[in-house]
């Protein structure tokens, strides 16, 4: 699902969270390899995958994001 999201957004960057984030290299690295293998080369190679540096704060302060979002649209 992450290398299918990849080959259509291109982003720069795919950041991981909650208890995937706490896991660190640990789950990281089998990831890349993974994502590696099913996504476009070029895109792979212009794609970091990171673990948040928010910690557990990141959920609260994403739906607190939304909330404000659409309170303000």
Partial sequence: ??????????????????EL??????VLEPL???VQRR??????ASTRIVATQLGRRGLALGAATLV???ALD
Wanted: aromatic share 2%; charged share 15%; no cysteine.
């Fill in 39 to 44: 996504v476009l080369p070029a895109t792979f």
């Fill in 21 to 26: 984030s706490a896991a660190g290299e640990l």
């Fill in 1 to 18: 699902m992450i290398g299918g999201l990849i080959n259509l957004n291109d982003p720069g960057v795919v950041v991981l969270g909650g």
């Fill in 32 to 34: 890349r390899r993974e």
């Fill in 68 to 70: 404000l979002r659409q």
